[in-house]
T-cell receptor
Framework: NAGVMQNPRHLVRRRGQEARLRCSPMKGHSHVYWYRQLPEEGLKFMVYLQKENIIDESGMPKERFSAEFPKEGPSILRIQQVVRGDSAAYFC???????????FGPGTRLLVL | DAKTTQPTSMDCAEGRAANLPCNHSTISGNEYVYWYRQIHSQGPQYIIHGLKNNETNEMASLIITEDRKSSTLILPHATLRDTAVYYCIVRTGNNRKLIWGLGTSLAVNP
């Protein structure tokens, strides 16, 4: 049973470009969280998605950031017009509806030049 | 803010037990204690979780005090590959989001 997949693992963007981060949850998991981790810090919650629904986006910056989890395909975290402060590791985690444990992917390391 | 406090760092000799403490004095009755670890900026790895009773799995044991205000993660025979940052987390709210502190950086020494 494959774990949570994230791609790309590393992403380099210039200021002003768009970044798209993808997360494929574990088989049978219909809930996804996105977290951001700055260097030397703990993970910070960004958004909680269920298939086709945003459940909680209280951790998402109001501008430039969006997330979706379509009925088919991976969850996407999209960052428009990236700035240097967006450089971080972005992790997604998935879990089954009735199961509490979140399982994490390997992360995408975004570097904005 | 994280609802837990952990020591910033700890050392352990290879082959010995590593005991990692965590304080969560404001934990609510229906909140679980979760432990994850992160090895060198990889994705966090789930270790164990518990509510009231002590728990054990193939990776570790979790000891929760009777008043649930603190807990200890025990790695019975630490190896070099257990060197990581260990996070103690209280799962909060109905949507299960995890609030992360800075964790304990465990160094297992040969």
């Amino acid at each position: 049973n494959a774990g949570v997949m994230q791609n790309p693992r590393h992403l380099v963007r210039r200021r002003g470009q768009e970044a798209r981060l993808r997360c494929s949850p574990m088989k049978g998991h219909s809930h996804v969280y996105w977290y951001r981790q700055l260097p030397e810090e703990g993970l910070k919650f960004m958004v909680y998605l269920q298939k086709e629904n945003i459940i909680d986006e209280s951790g998402m910056p109001k501008e430039r950031f969006s997330a979706e989890f379509p009925k088919e395909g991976p969850s996407i975290l999209r960052i428009q017009q990236v700035v240097r402060g967006d450089s971080a590791a972005y992790f997604c985690a998935s879990f089954r509806g009735q199961q509490e444990t979140q399982y994490f992917g390997p992360g995408t390391r975004l570097l904005v030049l | 803010d994280a609802k837990t406090t952990q020591p910033t760092s700890m050392d352990c000799a290879e082959g010995r037990a590593a005991n990692l403490p965590c304080n969560h004095s404001t934990i609510s009755g229906n909140e679980y204690v979760y432990w994850y670890r992160q090895i060198h900026s990889q994705g966090p790895q789930y270790i164990i979780h518990g509510l009231k009773n002590n728990e054990t799995n193939e990776m570790a044991s979790l000891i929760i005090t009777e008043d649930r205000k603190s807990s200890t993660l025990i790695l019975p025979h630490a190896t070099l590959r257990d060197t990581a940052v260990y996070y103690c987390i209280v799962r909060t709210g109905n949507n299960r989001k995890l609030i992360w502190g800075l964790g304990t950086s465990l160094a297992v020494n040969p």
